[in-house]
């Protein structure tokens, strides 16, 4: 009632504290949380590219970005996703596409969240979205050594004369990349000078491709047939049908996929059953057989870990743990 009058008209429910608050916090969460909507229309595939051309340029190529750029990116579907609609969700999936080992998932997946970062310091989206991943705990891949008969095994099974020459390279302890990029100039008559930069063909000097550590290796070889081969040509890619296109990281996998898991034999890719036991074999296993077989052989951690590129500790801490005669040998000799 105001002034005798009666007011009518719709009741305005009061809202409770409870449902207030509640919904108050869900947009603060939502504020902190959901990545804004931005305006940027180029494609994630664009901006990699943008990333990886401004890298070279600046004379510090990415090639693990430039590796996701070309094997977990562009091929699929997401490449062609506007930069500001990458979500978390998004980073997850793309991240699933990646090898299983602890050590090369996170390199892929820091080398994307880094780029995606770049991209909103550059003001192409407002917050990168891997802010709002969750911590993946990648797994520490088991690691399968050969024997000395499997390695003969192996070694027969039907390779192409130039990934043969690859398995034979990573068996004497080179990386997947590294194999790709030796050439028959880097031999010197006893062992292989992995070089961190080579010249392009402009003159200038350029960053080897696969090659993670930051200066110059040199390997001896191990394998007489190795040694062999290398001195049969001077010049040229040692991985290579042509000795001039090394081949690529794609159809490395291609042909591993065709000998190792069997060759397709429909357009749904159904694979034909090999008639060997290697099909749980791994490019990177035939380099940890190489660390075994260093270790096995007495080589100290210091040598063996400079053989392979890797650090002293992390050797150590990957294979010699798995060896029981260490272990009893250091057992022996503390034997009160």
Partial sequence: MLSGRLLIGPAVPKQSTVALTRELAE???????QPPSSSCTKTLEWWIKEDLDAAEASGTPNPILGTVYDQYVRPFKWATKLLGEITAEDLVTIQEQFPK????????GSALHASLAR??????????????????????????????????????????????IGVLL???????GEARGVRYEDFDGEGILLRRQILSDNGKPKVKQGLKSQEDRWVPVISPDLKNILKSRKKGYVMSEDGVNPIAPWLF???????????????????????????????????????????????DLRTSAEILGHDPAMLAQIYARSRKDLKIAAAKKLAI
């Avoid at 947009?27 to 949380?33: E, I, P, T």
């Avoid at 080992?101 to 892929?108: E, K, L, P, V, W």
């Avoid at 990573?170 to 997947?176: A, E, K, S, V």
């Avoid at 034909?272 to 099909?279: G, I, L, N, R, W």
């Fill in 27 to 33: 947009k603060a969460w939502l504020d902190k949380h």
């Fill in 101 to 108: 080992s602890a050590g090369t998932g996170r390199r892929y």
């Fill in 119 to 164: 991209a909103a310091k550059a003001g192409h989206i407002a917050t990168a979205p891997a802010l709002t991943l969750p911590k993946t705990n990648w797994k520490q891949q088991f690691k399968r050594v050969l024997s000395p008969e499997e390695r003969k095994a192996f070694l027969a099974l039907p390779w192409r004369p130039a990934m043969r």
């Fill in 170 to 176: 990573m068996f004497n302890g080179l990386r997947g």
């Fill in 253 to 299: 996998r291609s042909m591993w996929d065709c000998v190792i898991k069997g060759p397709t034999i429909d357009r749904k890719h159904t694979r034909k059953k090999p008639d060997h036991p290697f099909t749980d074999v791994t490019p990177h296993d035939l380099r940890s057989t190489c660390a075994m077989m260093l270790l096995e052989a007495g080589i």
